[in-house]
């Protein structure tokens, strides 16, 4: 049991040597900073906030200092700072380019022929197709500004559906308008070879005029309804005004909704294929007379029986 007692002993006094010698030449890695303004250095073993802090000092003596006569402790601070990583050593330069760079002005007459597509360098046949009489108009001209290119506002009437005519596809985009109906958004034809053939669809002109009638009537109907109220409010009327204007503008205000939704849904749309369309085969000779004839052969009598005839 002694044995073991000297043993302990011996091990405790190597370790605060070794502590005591540890970075021999070198400054106590932590500092102390004492209310009274002391700074003691040395290497801290423990911090116990509120209570008390140990270290041992730059002459190897272990020390305990009460809490409320510290003012501030720093690890660390006089620790010797790692060497930065040296930085790579550059490779050889490269073999650089073959040309130079062009210059500003030579740079921009470069790349002021670059389009966004890649638009056919030939005229183009295209066939309009529709159920009812349409215009084929084209924006003709562009105008180029600074990251962007813009169209010309001056419109040229290709042709009349059903019709056939011969375009030149980088003049401008085209679109599809008329009496009584809504123009089509603006398309293009510079991807198309040599044909192409535009169907329109300009919806139900019946539903088209119902929906702008019933916005109108819709329209004015929450005007004046919201008019009413609002003069009834403002000028203290009796509750009969109030509920009359609430009531006209609440009913109307269902139809103008009811009449954008149907105005909006019969919008021109177009739909573009490549090639031509062939016409429908006639089954007769003169184009004046109908696609069919009326068959005007008599139809045969079968024989009618019901009882009590004979």
Known sequence: MKGLQRIGCILMLVSSSATAMADDGAPAPDEITLKSGET??????TVERGSKVVLVDEAGNERTLTWADVADVERGKHTAKRKSRALPTPGPEGP???????????????????????????????????????????????????????????????????????????????????DGIIPSPGF??????????????????????????????GGVGTLVGGTWLTVALIADQPDEMK?????????????????????????TTVEILPGKSRPPERHDKDEETAMFELDRRPSPIEPRYWLGEF
């Open 40 to 45: 003691i250095r040395g290497r801290v073993l």
């Open 243 to 267: 509920i009359a204007g609430a009531a006209v503008g609440g009913a109307s205000l269902p139809a103008l909704v009811t009449g954008i939704a149907l105005f909006a849904g019969t919008r």
């Open 96 to 178: 650089g380019y073959d040309e130079p760079l062009p210059e500003e002005d030579e740079y921009e007459e470069a790349t002021s022929d670059v389009d966004e597509r890649a638009p056919v360098d030939h005229e183009l046949t295209v066939q309009v197709r529709s159920n009812v009489p349409v215009d084929l108009v084209q924006r003709v001209g562009r105008e180029r500004g600074v990251g962007s290119v813009t169209e010309r506002t001056k419109p040229t009437t290709v042709c009349r559906a059903p019709c056939e005519a011969t375009i030149d596809p980088r003049e401008g985009s085209l679109i599809v308008t008329g």
């Open 188 to 217: 293009v034809l510079d991807r198309y070879d040599e044909s192409a053939t535009v169907y329109v669809d300009t919806g139900f002109k019946a539903r088209r005029q119902a929906g702008l009638g019933i916005m109108i009537a």
